[in-house]
């Protein structure tokens, strides 16, 4: 099964918008943490924004905001007031503190039209 | 913030030679690095997990005779390429854990085999 899914190949949202993107995840680890980053066509990979499994409010962080549902396993992320500078590739993650491990989802392509 | 230097950023090598990365972690102890590998328009697919002096875990299908992987200390892992061929073209990434939920990644390294 897959640990992290994202639905969402591709994306597209009118500037000054707002967008979410979709993830949903699988773990038997009660302790986990789901991260978003942002990776532009440079390649590197920029962190937006984490949730701890244990955490009780939705993370946010200026614009980026996470959704989290945990019985529904989804950490979907929202960009409020899309700028053309968010255009790039978007990956949910997800660390399995006792296991150990780190996953990553297959990515959403974000393009932000003027 | 925490910052993790990757290089080189980009290497070109004849086919038959060995390449070295180096992920460096430089203002933090970073207790566990990740090294992945990201084709053209794919996710990242976790390579191996590193722990400071202990044998690396690789996931399943990487072959270890061939992606060395070193961590000899809390602020360095180096990644070497061993007899490459033209199929390990790729994008090579780490990242760096100090703690339960700090990952910072590195730049990036696109190895090109000819």
């Known amino acids: 099964a897959q640990k992290i899914t994202q639905t969402q190949p591709g994306m597209f949202v009118q500037e000054k918008e707002a967008v979410t993107l979709d993830c949903t995840y699988d773990t038997s680890d009660p302790s986990y943490g789901l991260f978003w980053y942002k990776q532009p066509s440079s390649g590197e990979m920029i962190f937006l924004i984490y949730q701890g499994s244990y955490d009780q409010q939705n993370a946010t962080e200026g614009r980026y905001s996470l959704n989290f549902q945990k019985a529904r396993k989804s950490a979907n992320l929202v960009i409020s007031a899309s700028q053309l500078g968010d255009s790039a590739m978007y990956f949910c993650?997800?660390?399995?503190?006792?296991?150990?491990?780190?996953?990553f989802g297959s990515g959403t392509k974000l393009n932000v039209k003027p | 913030g925490a910052v993790v230097s990757q290089h080189p950023s980009r290497v070109i090598c004849k086919s038959g030679t060995s390449v070295k990365i180096e992920c460096r972690s430089l203002d933090f102890q970073a207790t566990t690095m990740f090294w992945y590998r990201q084709f053209p328009k794919q996710s990242l697919m976790l390579m191996a997990t590193?722990?400071?002096?202990?044998?690396?875990?690789?996931e399943q299908g990487v072959e270890k005779d061939k992606f060395l992987i070193n961590h000899a200390s809390l602020t360095l892992s180096t990644l070497t390429v061993t007899s490459a061929h033209p199929e390990d073209s790729s994008f090579y990434i780490c990242?760096?854990?100090?703690?339960?939920?700090?990952?910072?990644f590195g730049s990036g390294t696109r190895l090109t085999v000819v």
């Open positions: 993650a997800m660390r399995e503190v006792n296991f150990n491990k780190f996953y």
């Open positions: 990242s760096a854990s100090s703690d339960r939920d700090g990952y910072t």
């Open positions: 590193s722990n400071e002096g202990s044998k690396a875990t690789y």
